[in-house]
């Protein structure tokens, strides 16, 4: 500590809160009680009838130690929980740990240290953090997924979705060093090459499993609704396009004779999707992927020479994320295909814009009313036909915006009135596409179709550190699923980043047919983690002492589920959040329980910065948390997160802000024995008090009533900081004011406010000076609110001089009369003008 906290240290934390937190481990002071429903069993029939909250911060990887950002999430979390638990809710706020993953393995390759023991130190590290901030969980329901009793539920899982086809094995192309013979994630991949041995990645196919979150995009987008205003409205956005749905046309463009003969006719048509399909008299072109089957047959007959198969080439390495980012690049070919309304011949390029994995694979182009088109048209001088004009232009002027085309300097991509479109020139696009559509299937050259971006879920990792995945192998029958579950992970293994550490192990993998008894493999994929954290928030329901024996307490998921609010970092706002939606929705298909959507709400914190900057390792800006209890105590830590900033917004670190909040609760300390002890809440004669005691209960209810207004959802996003501001002002003016009896009870209310911040003093006050440790619910005072007394603003040619607080019985001519006498210094002519607004403000105008 420096040095001048020494006259400001009034209390001693690192005291009073392992005292604490000590006293809530004994009495088990956060644990919900389980639910009862047998209406006859009546024991406890006053908890039977108790509402629920759950209320869930997003579980951390065990990394080795708490950061600030888990710090914030975590009192966000636990001051919410606390509001509910104080007023008379049965409320569930566990923790637990994401503990599989590829960190503990890197830790292995570079340390040597086992996955196993990395994991499961760091988790008694972070859980004794996580103690000392003196945070409100349960501690029956602690859960870490690397857990075997975890694993066998989620192969149990897997297994169902399996047996129901929800799960199905199909080859990929897979980032692999062909050195250490190790497939490799994305961000192990460093410029194209293998981050342990630098050798140059390329791309193997392999089979892999996949989740088909696709049967479930409908539901999964329809359900959003159900969360409008109680989600950010960006996470839903984010959510929606990553869904991505569409409505289109399908449709055939015909290749030409002489194409069709050059190919023997091995492809005829051209099959392309579309959205626009208002947009068809402008289409000058079409594109296809360079993955495109035409392209491979033209390949094979030697119609394309050495430079263009390297472009080819080049295209089809780059992943799909580079290919958005990239210069889009074109390659004409050989080929032609035919409008099916003008009968006009039109050029087949290739590019690398267009992607294999969507709709069909080729496009058809229109550059007028297309970005992407317009830019590659412009490019490769390819013809540019106005067919959409802007709304706004009655009919009659349309012709009017047929221009030249090298006038065109912008595609119009809007809706609007078709020009240049034979019959359906004069509709607008909706009315166009509508009946282009009918047109198409009535003559069978096309189908309406909806389309998704969401693609399948890919869940298979060559990896040790993960669940494995509950299939054998058998080359009689083929794919089986394991029949005695949980399928554990080996121990004696060798982590080398060389090869699967599962595929290497000498006789793991090695088992015999459930069905036929021969000689068979085991899987050696393990899930991606993300599997794991989509549903540790319904495996929390149930307590440790059950978990052996069942995935989950029934009544208790029941009861506690959905989560009624759900905080983590944005950083989740698509998977994490997407995955878990969806294993929902599976596990009440599979019939475990029957509610929709795991979270009722959600909040996402805001950044924790410094300097302007993300606080990260890689930047060097980290204040430890560990630094900040060990020098002021966790109240103060936990007092500065949530006063620094509301919690959605990001939070700049400032080290004069935490002393600021020390001070405060300093001040508090010292100022208790002004409080009559075990009064509580004394009743106050209101008649007797003078201004500043009234204008203290003023503050005092005024902040309790803030606070409350948060849970009442008449103040949104959980603005604590505004909460705490108030209490700061309303400890000033209960100081400042002479009556004994309003400071007690306004320091009463303090503390009851404070508990869900800074619970250790508050307790350790509350037992002090009114001997109770738990607070019971408050109701706000609001007789306080009326005012008998009313204060004007007086300004002189709008600039503002002084205040005058004056009874609400005043005349008009009284109110003024005062006022000129308080400004009489700043009237240096005639006043030509009075203005008064009754109970606001006056106004002299010379
Ligand atoms: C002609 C057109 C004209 C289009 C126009 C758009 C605007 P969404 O809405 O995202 O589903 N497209 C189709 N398949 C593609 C693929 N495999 N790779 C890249 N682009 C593809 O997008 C559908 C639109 O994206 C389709 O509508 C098609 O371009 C393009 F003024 O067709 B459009
Ligand atoms: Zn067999």
Same mark, same amino acid.
């Given at each position: 500590m420096q040095t001048n906290q020494q006259t400001e240290c009034k209390y001693n934390p690192k005291e009073i809160e392992p005292k604490w937190q000590k006293i809530w481990e004994d009495n088990q002071s956060f644990e919900p009680h389980n639910p009862c429903h047998n209406k006859n069993h009546n024991k406890d029939s006053r908890k039977e009838q108790q509402p629920k909250k759950y209320i869930l911060s997003m579980f951390p990887y065990p990394s080795g130690a708490i950061h600030m950002g888990h710090v914030r999430n975590y009192c966000i979390g636990d001051a919410i929980a606390r509001y509910y638990r104080m007023y008379g809710y049965n409320v569930l706020h566990p923790i637990g740990f994401d503990a599989f993953g590829m960190p503990a393995e890197n830790a292995a390759i570079k340390h040597g240290v086992h996955p196993k023991t990395w994991t499961y130190s760091n988790m008694e590290t972070m859980l004794h953090e996580l103690k000392t901030l003196g945070l409100s969980f349960s501690q029956k329901r602690i859960l870490e997924t690397c857990n075997p009793t975890y694993s066998k539920y989620e192969q149990e899982f897997f297994i169902q979705m399996w047996k129901k086809g929800l799960i199905y094995r199909k080859k990929a192309s897979l980032n692999w060093c062909p050195k250490d013979l190790t497939v490799l994630a994305n961000e192990q991949v460093i410029d194209g090459k293998c981050w342990r041995c630098d050798t140059e990645v390329v791309q193997k196919e392999m089979f892999q499993y996949y989740l088909k979150i696709t049967d479930y995009a409908e539901e999964l987008l329809k359900d959003l609704e159900s969360l409008e205003g109680e989600w950010p409205s960006q996470v839903l956005s984010m959510q929606r396009n990553w869904i991505g749905k569409s409505n289109g046309l399908e449709f055939d463009f015909t290749l030409d004779s002489d194409s069709q003969n050059k190919i023997n006719s091995k492809i005829t048509s051209l099959r392309v999707y579309t959205t626009r399909c208002d947009t068809i008299y402008g289409v000058s072109y079409c594109v296809i992927a360079p993955e495109h089957p035409l392209v491979d047959i033209l390949i094979e007959k030697n119609f394309l020479d050495s430079h263009t198969l390297d472009s080819i080439h080049t295209m089809r390495n780059q992943s799909e994320k580079e290919r958005a980012r990239s210069e889009k690049e074109g390659i004409a070919l050989p080929i032609s295909v035919i409008h099916p309304l003008t009968n006009q011949k039109l050029p087949v390029w290739i590019s690398n814009f267009v992607l294999m994995s969507y709709g069909s694979g080729a496009v058809m182009s229109v550059p007028c009313h297309d970005e992407r088109d317009f830019e590659f048209a412009k490019k490769y001088n390819l013809p540019l036909i106005p067919v959409i004009a802007p709304d706004s232009h009655t009919h009659k002027n349309i012709e009017s915006h047929i221009m030249p085309t090298q006038q065109i300097n912008k595609a119009f991509t809007e809706d609007g009135i078709l020009i240049n479109s034979k019959e359906y020139s004069g509709l607008s696009s909706k009315q166009a596409r509508e009946k282009i559509s009918k047109y198409f299937e009535q003559k069978g050259l096309g189908k309406r179709i909806i389309n998704y971006k969401l693609r399948d879920w890919g869940i298979s990792r060559q990896r040790y550190w993960g669940t494995p995945i509950p299939l054998i192998h058998c080359p009689n029958c083929g794919v089986l699923e394991e029949t005695k579950l949980p399928v554990i992970l080996p121990e004696d293994i060798m982590i080398t980043g060389e090869g699967n550490p599962l595929e290497k192990h000498p006789t793991w993998k090695h088992t015999t047919c459930p069905k036929c008894g021969i000689d068979s493999l085991r899987e050696t994929d393990t899930m991606d983690t993300f599997m794991e954290s989509s549903w540790y928030f319904l495996r929390y329901t149930t307590p440790k002492e059950s978990r052996e024996e069942i995935a989950f307490e029934k009544t208790n998921l029941d009861y506690f589920m959905p989560v009624d609010q759900y905080i983590g970092g944005i950083e989740h706002a698509i998977l994490h959040l997407l995955y878990a939606r969806f294993f929902t929705k599976v596990l009440r298909d599979l019939g475990y329980?029957? +509610?929709?959507?795991? +979270? =009722?709400a959600l909040l996402t914190q805001g950044m924790v910065l410094k300097q302007g900057a993300k606080m990260a390792k890689s930047k060097g800006n980290v204040v430890e948390p560990r630094h900040i209890i060990e020098s002021y105590g966790a109240d103060t830590a936990r007092l500065f997160t949530l006063f620094a900033a509301p919690p959605t917004y990001a939070l700049e670190w400032n080290d004069e802000g935490v002393r600021g909040c020390y001070k405060f609760i300093n001040r508090l300390v010292d100022r208790k024995s002004r409080v009559i002890k075990n009064l509580c809440m004394p009743t106050i004669n209101v008649e007797t008090l003078n201004k500043d005691s009234k204008i203290a209960r003023y503050k005092i209810y005024d902040a309790l009533q803030k606070y409350q207004n948060i849970f009442n959802k008449k103040l949104d996003g959980y603005p604590f900081n505004v909460v705490i501001a108030a209490c700061m002002e309303a400890h000033n003016a209960i100081s400042a004011q002479a009556s004994n009896e309003v400071f007690t009870e306004g320091y009463y209310v303090l503390l009851h406010i404070l508990e869900g911040f800074i619970p250790h003093i508050a307790s350790e006050l509350s037992q002090e000076? +009114? =001997?109770?440790a738990n607070f019971t619910p408050l109701k706000v005072d609001s007789s306080v609110f009326i005012q008998d007394e009313i204060t004007y603003v007086i300004s002189i040619n709008g600039k503002k001089r002084a205040e005058i607080t004056l009874s609400k019985e005043s005349s008009k001519e009284t109110v003024l009369q005062q006022a000129k006498e308080m400004v009489a210094k700043w009237l240096t002519s005639d006043i030509k003008k009075e203005i008064f607004v009754p109970n606001k403000l006056i106004n002299f105008v010379l």
């Open positions: 329980h029957s +509610f929709n959507e795991p +979270f =009722n000076l +009114f =001997n109770m």
